[in-house]
Nanobody, 125 residues
Framework: QVQLVESGGGSVQPGGSLRLSCAAS????????MGWFRQAPGKVREGVGF????????YYADSVKGRFTISRDNAKEMLYLQMNSLKPEDTAIYYC??????????????????WGQGTQVTVSS
């Protein structure tokens, strides 16, 4: 079955960096767009970054553009989110997710069918 397992979260001071990882298994990883989402307490889940099957096309939310970088390693079946210049408003649980359909472009939460358990990121001084 499809499994997505995030790691790399933690606590960091404003201006710091973290790299999140997501290990995928149970399906043909290279056939699916992937995404990172986050959810802060009392807020709706929002998309942070998305990447196509080959890793050539990426999309970012305006709030993280220029600070976050999404990437993937299809050989290792891994998804990454490099987060730099972190701000307190980046504090949230971060989830990786797999697109519902193979070879489809996915950008909305409803486009994604499988989710990891999440990893907490806390940015505070």
């Amino acid at each position: 079955q499809v499994q997505l397992v995030e790691s790399g979260g933690g606590s960091v001071q404003p201006g710091g960096s973290l790299r999140l990882s997501c290990a995928a298994s149970g399906y043909t990883y290279s056939a699916y767009d992937m995404g990172w989402f986050r959810q802060a307490p009392g807020k709706v889940r929002e998309g942070v970054g998305f990447i196509d099957t080959a890793g050539r096309s990426t999309y970012y939310a305006d709030s993280v553009k220029g600070r976050f970088t999404i990437s993937r390693d299809n050989a290792k079946e891994m998804l990454y989110l490099q987060m730099n210049s972190l701000k307190p408003e980046d504090t949230a649980i971060y989830y990786c997710a797999r697109c519902r359909y193979a070879w489809a472009a996915c950008r909305l939460p409803s486009d994604f069918a499988y989710w990891g358990q999440g990893t907490q990121v806390t940015v505070s001084s």
